[in-house]
């Protein structure tokens, strides 16, 4: 794992990357946000919608304001799922690529252009998509291509057929489980090697891969690992949580993320990786030092692979002993040391 213990009490660290964010959703830095229940995909999403259309303060504010907390918190880069659609257009790309670059040297930001209403489903999204990936989306997302739209060909199609057109990665969301959602994420696989883009997909949640077991977990690992099909967990609520140990050992690239931090969809996220380390060192029963400073690096240096980002002299200096008690702990970052600079002290921007 990328750290050391330079001197007493003093643990130097990867900086974290959050691999898996939401900001335009977030509420951070404003009043408490009251959710309604939901329980369907659909709703989340509804819910979603009014919500956005009901906040005061701008997409550039309250994402600016996530992005500045996770930069304290010793976040490196992101890659974050914006979304684009018939309710918001592209104006959420804008804001947070406003946010972005007034934060310019401190922290690194990818904008995936995501689809959360659905890409067929919502008419107009194509173009919209197409628009926002001339205009600051680095990749295309999807999401659920059967749960949600119904159309495992013509989703996957009009993702591919946009990442080819616009020479950029793909993220696609795959929350359905069972049966139809490892045929999903073996189908997504396939498509990535026949287009020559090994390494340059992403699935996101894997909730079929999290939920497998047996000689299922196992195929499906191994035609992950063949096709150099990244996976994020998120390690939130509920919601299975990948066995990152098991498939990192079958060839598997794995990293992490927030997902959404204080939004509609949830009360909980701090906008700190080290938290979320901590929640899936938690989730995966991790007892070890090797097993909490495996949750570490899949927050920091797998999250940095999967970015593209170059191997650098940044790190995170931490109070402690070892890096396993950081990933409990979780203290604040003594400092944050970014390009030779000193950005962060004692848990604030400098």
Known sequence: MSHTTDSPGVVTAAPLVDAHVHPDKSSWGGPWLSRTQAVTL?????????????????????????LRTAVAHGTRAVRAHVDVGPAQGVTNVHGVRAAADALAGLIDVQIVAFPQQGLLTAPGTVDLLDTALTEGADLIGGIDPV????????????????????????????????????????????????DGLQGRVTISHAFAVAEATGDDLAAIADHLAASGVWLTTCALGSDPVLPVGYLRARGVNVAAGSDGV??????????????????????????????????????????AELLGLAPSGDHVEYPGECLAQVVVDRPTPARVVRDGRIIVRDGALT
Not at 292 to 302: G, I, K
Request: hydrophobic share 40%.
């Open 42 to 66: 659909r709703e989340f999403i509804d819910n979603d919608v009014k919500t956005q259309a009901a906040y005061r303060r701008s997409v550039e504010e309250r994402a600016g304001a996530l």
């Open 147 to 194: 749960g949600l739209e119904g159309d495992f060909d013509g989703h996957v199609d009009a993702v591919f057929g946009l990442a080819a057109k616009h020479g950029v990665d793909i993220d696609i969301h795959l929350h359905d489980e069972g049966a139809s959602g490892l045929d999903q994420t073996r189908r997504i696989a396939d498509r990535a090697v026949a």
């Open 262 to 303: 204080r939004d509609a969809w949830t009360p909980f996220g701090s906008g700190s990786m080290l938290d979320r380390a901590h929640l899936l060192a938690y989730r995966s029963g991790a007892m070890t030092d090797a097993e909490l400073e495996l949750a570490y690096d899949v927050c920091s240096r797998a999250g």
